[in-house]
């Protein structure tokens, strides 16, 4: 019903910049939250940032200061803009949503994106 297409990912030296991008679409009535969540190996996968409809933001104590979540509610797309990577922050990266279908019921969803590598090299 909702399908979520990130981009963006790849490899960077460490220090360097990333933007990852995630179009929500679908029968859309109204996404309340989208969000990144990330997975390296061996590990279970971890918040990273998430963004509600008002713009309110939630990030993880690891990415403060570097790491900024923005929405752009007309075309359904969150964006994560990476600075100052560290080695540490390679895995990969999930976008979620949050919010309504666009049916006769109003049904809530949540869907996950299929995720985009992202690779920080020492």
């Known amino acids: 019903q909702v399908q979520l297409v990130e981009s963006g990912g790849g490899l960077v030296q460490a220090g360097g910049s990333l933007r990852l991008s995630c179009a929500a679409s679908?029968?859309?009535?109204?996404?309340?939250?989208m969000g990144w969540y990330r997975q390296a190996p061996g590990k279970q996968r971890e918040l990273v940032a998430t963004?509600?409809?008002?713009?309110?933001?939630n990030y993880a104590d690891s990415v403060k200061g570097r790491f900024t979540i923005s929405m752009n509610n007309a075309k359904n797309t969150v964006y994560l803009q990476m600075n100052a990577l560290k080695p540490e922050d390679t895995a990969v990266y999930y976008c979620?949503?949050?919010?309504?279908?666009?049916?006769?019921?109003?049904?809530?969803?949540?869907?996950w994106g299929q995720g985009t590598q992202v690779t920080v090299s020492s």
């Open positions: 979620t949503a949050e919010g309504l279908v666009r049916d006769a019921f109003r049904r809530p969803f949540g869907s």
């Open positions: 679908g029968i859309i009535f109204s996404i309340d939250l």
């Open positions: 963004i509600t409809s008002s713009g309110s933001t």
